[in-house]
C-alpha cells in the first residue's frame, strides 16, 4: 500500500491494513513535514475549536504523589478550609465495632472505601479517610502502617520490589472453587457485570455457609497477600489460587448465610463487601478515586488531629492541620517510605520528623521530571530573565546511585536489599520506578569505588546510564542498552558497556542537597568524583541565554548521540531538586520534535486487532490509552500499526496473548461503536513509546474527553520502544494530553502549523 499524506487519518490507516496490508509498509515513512502539510490540506481533520472555559478542567491529582503541578495556592487554602469543617463535623468513629488493642478489623476498613467509593468529592473522600485513620490512631496505633499501606494499594514500598496484579483467569477460579460456582457460571457473570470484584461480592452472599470463620483482619489480609505476590516456583499458580481462596472464604462472614439478601450488587456498587475489595486488591487496582496523595494529606491531618485531641482534649487549629500537611509532604518526597515514617511518627510526633526523617541513601526518592518544549524559542520565553543551564539530554536509562562506603559513620537499617548492604555499605542503583537495577548493573557497582574521591563517603546521585562505544569511544543507542540482560548480570560476562552520565547530585557525606541551588549542587557534584573516560562523566553543559549558541550547542548535543538538550534553571530556590515533580524548571528540547507536539507519549496496550495476509497468526494492529490519574481509568488514544518489526510482532503475539482477559476492564473508557471493538483486550500491562504527528479530536476515542468534550486522538501514531521502566500507571496522563492538545492549537492559532520552527532536521 503506498502511503498516501494528508489523505488518511492514523485510525484510517489501521483500518486500511487490516484489510490486508502488513503494519510495517510505512517503515520510515510519515515524516513530520509530510504529516503537517497533511494538516494542511486536510480540512476535515481540522479540530472542533474550543473555547477557554472548556478547557478549564478540574483540579486532577497526579499519579506522581506531591507534584503539585501549577497549584493554585488560593484555590489551595479555601479547600484547607473546607477540609477543616468536614474533619471538625461529625465526632463519631466511622466503624463501632472494634476494642482499643484490637487488630484493626478488616471491614472497618472496608467500610470507609465503600463510603469513599460512593462519593467523587475530594473533600469528601479525604475527611472519611482521615477519620479513619484517626480512629486507627486512637486504637490500633500498631496497625497503622499497614492500613496506610493498603489503602495506596501496596503491600511495601517500591523499592521492595513487591506487587500483586494477579491475572483474571486465576482469580476467577479461586472464587469459583471458593464460592462453589462453577467457572462457567463466574465467566457469565463477569460477562455480565463486568467487575471481577462485584462477581465475588454477588458469588460470596449468595452462598450458604456451614460454619462461621473468624473475621478477617487488615494486617491478617496484608499478610495473605504478602504472601500471595511472593509465590514463585513450581505450582506457583496453583499455590496462588489456594492463597485466594482462602481469603475468600473468611470475607464477607457478618454477611455470610444471608443468602442474597446479603449484598445487592446493583446497589450501592456492592456495599462495604470485603471479597469485592479483597478482588481489587488482588487485581492492583482499587478504584475507589481515591489518589496516593489525597491519603498522604488526610494521614497528615488525621495525626495532627489526633496529637491535638491527646494533648488538649480539642480539635487543632487550621493552621497547625496545615503545617502538619506540608512537613508530611515535604518529608516524604525526600524519604518515601511509609515503612521508615510511620513509626518515627508515632514516637516523637508530626512536627519533629525533621529531626528523625531525612532524605537517605538506600531509599529512591522519586526523580524529578521535566516539561516538554517545541522549540529553543519558547524555552527562552520561559526563562526569561534568569540565569539557566542546558545540558546534553542522553538518551539511556535514567539511574539513581545510592553509596555509602563500609567506613562511613551513617548507617541505616532500612536500605533497600541490596548486593553491597550485607557488608555495611549501601550501594544500589535504582530505575526512574523506584525498581532495583543493581542486578542490572553490578559493572557499575563495581567500579563505582574508583569514581570517588577520596573525601566523598556518601551520595545520592542522579544519572542516566548509557551504552557506550569502547572501541570508537562514543555513546551508542538506546536500542543496544536495551539489549542487556535485566537480572543476574555478571559483571565479567557484560557485553554492552555502558557509561553513566551525571548530572544532578542529590545528597553528599551526611547533607541532603535538594534544597540547594544547582548551581551549587553541580558546583558539589564536581568536587565529589573523579571523570573516567568511557565509564563515568559529569552531563556536558553550557551556560547561555543566547539564541544561535543553543541551536549550536542542541546540534552539537546530537552529533554526540543525544537526544536534545535538557535546559534547566541554575540558581535561585527555583533551581532546587523537585521529587516527583514535572517542573517548569526543567525544559527538554528533543532534536526531532514534531511541531505542536514536542515530545513522544508513552501509551498502554489495551487491546489488538489480528493481522491479515502472513500475519493472521499475529496481531497487526493495537489499541493504546494513556492514564487518567484523577478517575484512575485507562482512555483510549489511538489504533497503531506502524514502526514494528516482523521480529517484534511475533514477540508482542506472544508476550500480549498470556495478558487476554473475555472482556474490557471496567475502568476502560473506550468507545462503544461496535467497528471500534479490537479483535482481543488485555490486562493492562504493557506501555509503549509512540511518537505522532499531532493530536485531533475524534469522537471514537477518549482521551482527555473531560477537559476537552471530546476524545483526542494522535494522528500518524507510530511505534518507538517498549518503556519497560514505566508501569501502566505511569503512562501520559490525561491532563498532559490536553496540555499537549492545547499547545499545538495555541501554536496553530498564533502561528500557523509550522511557524514557530526555528531548527529543523
Ligand atoms: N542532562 C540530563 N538531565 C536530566 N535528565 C536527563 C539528562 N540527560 C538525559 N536525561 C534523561 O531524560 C529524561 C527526561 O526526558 P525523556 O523525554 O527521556 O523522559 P521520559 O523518560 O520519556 O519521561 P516523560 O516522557 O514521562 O518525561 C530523564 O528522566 C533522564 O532519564
Ligand atoms: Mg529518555
Ligand atoms: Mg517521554
Not at 492463597?243 to 462495604?272: E, M, N, R, W, Y
Not at 488538649?312 to 515503612?339: F, N, V
Not at 545510592?402 to 550485607?422: M, Q, R
Not at 545520592?460 to 562514543?474: F, G, H, I, N, S
Request: with cysteine.
Amino acid at each position: 500500500m503506498q502511503f498516501r499524506s494528508g489523505t488518511l487519518k492514523g485510525d484510517e490507516k489501521v483500518a486500511l491494513k487490516r484489510k490486508g496490508t502488513t503494519a510495517d509498509d510505512n517503515e520510515g515513512s510519515p515524516p513530520a513535514k509530510k504529516a503537517r502539510s497533511s494538516k494542511k490540506s486536510a480540512p476535515q481533520n481540522t479540530p472542533t475549536v474550543v473555547t477557554e472555559k472548556e478547557l478549564v478542567s478540574e483540579p486532577e491529582e497526579d499519579a506522581e504523589v506531591l507534584s503539585s503541578e501549577d497549584e493554585d495556592p488560593e484555590a489551595a487554602a479555601e479547600s484547607q478550609e473546607k477540609l477543616q469543617s468536614v474533619l471538625k463535623g461529625s465526632g463519631k468513629d466511622p466503624y463501632p465495632d472494634w476494642k482499643a488493642g484490637d487488630p484493626v478489623p478488616f471491614a472497618a476498613l472496608c467500610t470507609t472505601y465503600s463510603k469513599i467509593e460512593m462519593t467523587t468529592k475530594r473533600l469528601e473522600i479525604s475527611a472519611h479517610c482521615s477519620k479513619f485513620l484517626q480512629q486507627v490512631l486512637r486504637l490500633t496505633p500498631d496497625d497503622l502502617q499497614v492500613v496506610v499501606l493498603l489503602m495506596i494499594n501496596k503491600l511495601a514500598a517500591d523499592y521492595v520490589g513487591i506487587e500483586l496484579g494477579i491475572g483474571e483467569s486465576l482469580i476467577m477460579k479461586a472464587i469459583g472453587e471458593s464460592t462453589g460456582r462453577s467457572l462457567a457460571i463466574i465467566k457469565a457473570d463477569q460477562k455480565d457485570i463486568g467487575d471481577l470484584g462485584l462477581v465475588a461480592a454477588k458469588s460470596r452472599s449468595n452462598q450458604p455457609t456451614m460454619f462461621k470463620p473468624k473475621p478477617l483482619t487488615v494486617r491478617g489480609v496484608q499478610e495473605s497477600l504478602m504472601t500471595i505476590a511472593q509465590t514463585e516456583g513450581k505450582g506457583a499458580q496453583e499455590r496462588k489460587v489456594g492463597g485466594i481462596k482462602k481469603l475468600l472464604s473468611a470475607a464477607d462472614t457478618q454477611f455470610a448465610g444471608k443468602g442474597s439478601k446479603g449484598i445487592d450488587i446493583t446497589k450501592d456498587k456492592g456495599g462495604p463487601s470485603e471479597s469485592k475489595f479483597i478482588v481489587r486488591m488482588l487485581e492492583g487496582k482499587l478504584r475507589l478515586g481515591l489518589a496516593e496523595k489525597s491519603v498522604l494529606v488526610a494521614l497528615s491531618n488525621a495525626v495532627v488531629m489526633h496529637e491535638s485531641k491527646v494533648k488538649t482534649g480539642k480539635d487543632a487549629s487550621g493552621q497547625k492541620i496545615a503545617e502538619g500537611e506540608r512537613m508530611l509532604k515535604s518529608i516524604y518526597s525526600e524519604l518515601p517510605s511509609y515503612e521508615v515514617i510511620i513509626p518515627e511518627m508515632l514516637k516523637h510526633g508530626i512536627m519533629k520528623l525533621r529531626d528523625h526523617c531525612n532524605l537517605r541513601p538506600g531509599v529512591p526518592l522519586k526523580p524529578m521530571l521535566a516539561k516538554p518544549t517545541k522549540s529553543i524559542t519558547e524555552v527562552l520565553d520561559r526563562f526569561e530573565g534568569k540565569d539557566f543551564t542546558c545540558e546534553y539530554k542522553y538518551d539511556g536509562e535514567r539511574a539513581q546511585i545510592h553509596y555509602v562506603s563500609k567506613d562511613a559513620d551513617e548507617v541505616f537499617a532500612t536500605a533497600a536489599p541490596s548486593a553491597g548492604k550485607s557488608e555495611g555499605g549501601v550501594s544500589n542503583i535504582f530505575s526512574r520506578n523506584s525498581e532495583d537495577l543493581s542486578k542490572k548493573y553490578p559493572d557499575i557497582l563495581q567500579r563505582l569505588p574508583a569514581w570517588v574521591k577520596p573525601g566523598t563517603k556518601s551520595f545520592v546521585l542522579d544519572c542516566e546510564t548509557v551504552a557506550w562505544d569502547v572501541k570508537e569511544k562514543k555513546v551508542l543507542p538506546f536500542q543496544q542498552l536495551m539489549t542487556r540482560k535485566r537480572k543476574d548480570v555478571k559483571a565479567e560476562e557484560v557485553t554492552v558497556q555502558v557509561c553513566v552520565f551525571a548530572f544532578d547530585l542529590l545528597y553528599l557525606n551526611g547533607e541532603a542537597l535538594v534544597n540547594k541551588s544547582f548551581r551549587e549542587r553541580r558546583e558539589a557534584l564536581r568536587g565529589a568524583f573523579n571523570e573516567t573516560e568511557g565509564e563515568f562523566k559529569l552531563a556536558q553543559y553550557g551556560n547561555t541565554n543566547e539564541l544561535e549558541e543553543i541551536q549550536i550547542l542542541l546540534e552539537d548535543s546530537v552529533k554526540a548521540s543525544c537526544e536534545g538538550l535538557m535546559v534547566k534553571m541554575l540558581d535561585g530556590p527555583e533551581s532546587s531538586y523537585e521529587p516527583s515533580k514535572r517542573s517548569q524548571n526543567w525544559l527538554k528540547v528533543k532534536k526531532d520534535y514534531l511541531s505542536g507536539v514536542g515530545d513522544s507519549l508513552d501509551l498502554v496496550v489495551l487491546g489488538a486487532y489480528f493481522g491479515k495476509g502472513k500475519r493472521t497468526s499475529w496481531y497487526g494492529a493495537f489499541l493504546l490509552a494513556c492514564y487518567n490519574t484523577n478517575k484512575q481509568t485507562y482512555e483510549t488514544v489511538c489504533n497503531i500499526g506502524t514502526g514494528f518489526s516482523e521480529a517484534i510482532l511475533e514477540e508482542f503475539h506472544t508476550k500480549l496473548s498470556e495478558n487476554t482477559i473475555d472482556h474490557p476492564k471496567p475502568f476502560y473508557s473506550h468507545s462503544a461503536g461496535n467497528k471500534d471493538q479490537p479483535d482481543v483486550w488485555f490486562e493492562p500491562k504493557f506501555v509503549w513509546e509512540v511518537k505522532t504527528a499531532d493530536l485531533t479530536l475524534s469522537p471514537r476515542y477518549k482521551a482527555a474527553a473531560d477537559q476537552l468534550g471530546k476524545g483526542v486522538s494522535l494522528r500518524f501514531p507510530r511505534f518507538i520502544k517498549v518503556r519497560e521502566d514505566k508501569k501502566p500507571d505511569q503512562a501520559t496522563s490525561s491532563r498532559q494530553i490536553a496540555e499537549m492538545y492545547q499547545r499545538q492549537e495555541s501554536v496553530a492559532k498564533n502561528k500557523g502549523p509550522a511557524a514557530d520552527d526555528d531548527f529543523e532536521y
